[in-house]
């Protein structure tokens, strides 16, 4: 499954190249690392978030995001945010922050 560049594009032009940051295809798409920890990426042209299960419910409840559900099984903490709303570089911006800080509270990788 090929990924939206442009979507990719964006998250790498919101986060800068720091030290803590890499890619790695997977899931058949892109994911962004911090520290080794994944923290979003992009399927088709979705964007994916590791929120954590804590905030999880609340994720959900935002406009176009859903449950995770790549294996037919919902990944805890996992939601997978709809192109349509993204289209604002601060709504994605939001998107990648919570991602981001998820994954900075995991020990390095």
Do not use: C, H, Q
């Amino acid at each position: 499954m090929a990924y939206d560049e442009g979507l990719a594009e964006r998250i790498r032009a919101w986060l800068g190249d720091g030290p803590a940051i890499a890619e790695k295809r997977m899931f058949g798409g892109l994911a962004i690392l911090y520290e080794g920890n994944m923290a979003v990426g992009v399927i088709g042209d979705e964007l994916i978030v590791r929120v954590g299960p804590d905030a999880a419910g609340a994720a959900l409840a935002r406009p176009g995001a859903r449950a995770f559900d790549f294996t037919g099984r919902p990944m805890r903490g996992w939601v997978v945010v709809a192109e349509s709303a993204l289209a604002e570089d601060e709504a994605l911006g939001a998107w990648i922050d919570e991602g981001i800080a998820f994954a900075s509270g995991l020990p390095p990788k």
